[in-house]
């Protein structure tokens, strides 16, 4: 190694990255950018770009495609794109974001970087997104690295997402188990098709958690597990509630509609439940009394009765978002629509997808034209 790489070597250990194998031109020194400063004045640090590099005959295969191993990290330290393939100060011990897809890293490095993410000397962490779709073996350590992290920073907030059909119930059980002392606060379980008896035992210990985004999309879960979380949902932090794809029926979206004004929610999506009028006129009666912003409720079938409770709840709810996409509604459901949105709050509403004639369509068309603060995709 030359005098000259090596200065560039040891300059590269200093912010916290070390491999040997690395092709040097890929890295991105960093230096003060004076255009831009914080709130105290301090320069924020920022990667300079390095200068574009054409590719030539010597570029091997492996170099070009060693980055499907890539991590990112964001941080006023950011080391943009990071190969990793050493175990030595992978992260600057500044760092503050870091989102890692784990089906890009073999179990070794997968390992070795977990152990460096939950080292106590990196303490400036306040976000962490770790994807472990397709690497269900890596859960167990994954949970030891999240706890160790919760213990040595306060302010971390975790985010775990997971989509494998292989998940077994002895997984979601110690998930449950780990909820309480953790700093999860978003947790995405989506296709897992865990049923009623795994689902349970994640939501009884929501009052517990710091989880305030919970995603159980495509779960098989149906009304009996929906008691359990209306039980929970009014002592937990959850403001956004994924529940599409899964078996509620009008029993389940009964339940989850008792305890919404006690709940937290603000965004709550329950696509493709199998919810009738009957169960729409219950939720309906219950949004003056929510917190909610944001309402999904595509796939279903309400039809012209359950879009006209929806119509009469909207002046007296903060709705905002509203979808009633493709839920067998007619002329008069849009009628109904059409006359309350101008006395309610809501800036966007689909109704793609419906049973409407033209009547319905020129009535949308002239409400566009009448209510210009709201966006009718239709």
Request: charge should be positive; aromatic fraction near 2%.
């Amino acid at each position: 190694m030359t005098s000259a790489r090596r200065s560039v070597f040891h300059s590269f250990c200093t912010i916290g990255l070390l491999d040997t194998r690395l092709n040097m031109k890929t890295l991105l020194p960093l230096e003060p950018d004076i255009s831009a400063t914080d709130a105290q004045g301090t320069a924020v640090t920022k990667p300079v770009k390095p200068q574009q590099r054409q590719t030539t005959p010597a570029d091997t295969p492996r170099e070009r495609t060693s980055h499907r191993h890539a991590f990112i990290i964001k941080s006023a330290a950011s080391l943009g794109n990071g190969d990793v393939m050493g175990r030595t100060a992978m992260l600057h011990p500044e760092c503050t974001e870091i989102d890692v897809h784990f089906s890009r890293l073999p179990e070794r490095k997968q390992k070795a970087l977990l152990e460096e993410m939950s080292n106590p000397g990196i303490t400036d962490l306040k976000q962490v997104s770790l994807n472990l779709s397709d690497s269900a073996a890596s859960l167990p350590h994954v949970m030891e690295a999240i706890e160790r992290m919760s213990r040595n920073n306060a302010r971390v907030r975790i985010r775990l997402k997971l989509t494998d059909k292989r998940l077994t119930h002895e997984n979601i059980a110690a998930l449950a188990y780990a909820l309480p002392t953790t700093r999860i606060t978003h947790l995405s379980l989506p296709d897992n098709a865990l049923g009623n008896v795994s689902a349970t035992v994640i939501f009884k210990v929501l009052g517990q958690s710091y989880l305030t985004h919970l995603d159980l999309h495509g779960n098989a879960i149906d009304y009996r597990a929906a008691l359990t979380l209306a039980d929970q949902l009014a002592q937990s932090k959850v403001t956004n509630l994924n529940l599409n794809h899964n078996r509620m029926g009008d029993p389940g979206c009964i339940a989850i509609a008792y305890t919404l004004p006690e709940s937290n929610l603000t965004a709550l999506s329950l696509c493709f439940n199998r919810i009738t009028h009957e169960g729409t006129a219950i939720l309906a009666n219950a949004l003056s009394k929510s917190k909610l912003l944001q309402l999904d409720l595509r796939g279903n079938s309400m039809g012209d009765c359950g879009a006209a409770y929806i119509a009469n709840a909207l002046p007296h709810c903060g709705l905002t978002h509203l979808s009633l996409r493709e839920n067998s509604i007619g002329n008069l459901g849009v009628a109904a629509i059409v006359e309350m949105l101008a006395q309610s709050s809501v800036t966007a509403i689909d109704l793609r997808g419906n049973n409407m004639g033209s009547a319905g369509a020129a009535a949308l068309h002239s409400a566009q034209e009448r209510i210009t603060a709201v966006r009718i995709i239709r």
